[in-house]
């Protein structure tokens, strides 16, 4: 019994030791002021990345089918005519499926295919669309755009945005005879990235995103809007 007296007492000494060691720390290290500061930076880069989305079906011509393989040979064939560079030209295979249709007395299938054209020029995209009109291929559209060092652009301007705050800090503080000191926290709230598409119509033809080309207009020029990154920190600052 009289041990366990001795224990309880042991720590409840040692609770109370713990406490004014923990309130005399507090008081000999007051807390430094601190300032909050948004930083932001953006920067507009032109896509060199444009793909094209070609879909493709069978169809006949007088009793010939035009199958899928032969269109897009000839395709592949008449943008190399058109001086499209093919080594830099992906064409990929994407979904393919098969659609009944009433023949005579029968019932044929035609296949179609969806495939992705990428090139690096709004007149190199022009070419494929003329290449798909020419050979009466069934539609093709804008699917996006992008740029081959995106990533590395988007980490300047993660720099940038850091920077941005730094400068703020450092002249806001100076008003007021203080100076910045260590960085405490840091949150980044990255605003998407545009990747616009603009379309000057000569030619009855939308070549903003999802938009399928109408063969029935005139000519037609294609023009993109440049891809806007930003990027937006709140950064928490000692003050010395």
């Not at 041990?3 to 430094?32: D, H, R, W």
């Not at 920067?43 to 089918?65: A, F, N, S």
């Not at 001086?83 to 023949?103: F, H, M, Q, R």
């Not at 030619?203 to 440049?226: E, L």
Request: proline share 3%; glycine share 6%; aromatic share 6%.
């Amino acid at each position: 019994m009289l041990n366990n007296n001795m224990n309880k007492i042991k720590a409840i000494a040692l609770g109370t030791l713990i406490l004014v060691g923990n309130s005399v720390f507090s008081q000999l290290s007051p807390v430094k002021p601190t300032i909050e500061i948004v930083g932001e930076a953006h920067k507009e880069v032109t896509p060199d990345e444009i793909y094209v989305l070609v879909h493709m079906v069978e169809r006949y011509d007088g009793r010939e089918k035009i199958t899928i393989d032969a269109q897009q040979q000839q395709l592949m064939g008449l943008m190399a005519k058109k001086g499209l560079d093919l080594e830099s030209v992906t064409l990929s295979g994407g979904n393919a499926s098969y659609v009944k249709i009433p023949w005579k007395t029968k019932k044929d299938v035609l296949a179609t295919a969806d495939y992705e054209v990428m090139v690096s020029t709004a007149e190199d995209a022009a070419k494929v669309f003329e290449a798909v009109d020419e050979l009466d291929i069934s539609s093709c559209r804008i699917g996006r755009v992008d740029h081959s060092k995106r990533e590395e652009f988007e980490k300047e301007v993660r720099i940038d945005a850091m920077k941005d705050a730094a400068t703020k800090a450092d002249y806001m503080l100076k008003a007021v005879g203080s100076k910045r000191g260590a960085t405490l926290h840091v949150t980044e709230n990255q605003s998407p990235s545009y990747y616009g598409v603009d379309s000057r119509p000569m030619r009855a033809m939308a070549a903003t995103p999802g938009a399928v080309y109408s063969k029935s207009a005139p000519d037609f020029q294609v023009s993109f809007k440049k891809i806007d990154l930003k990027s937006i920190v709140y950064i928490k600052f000692e003050i010395e």
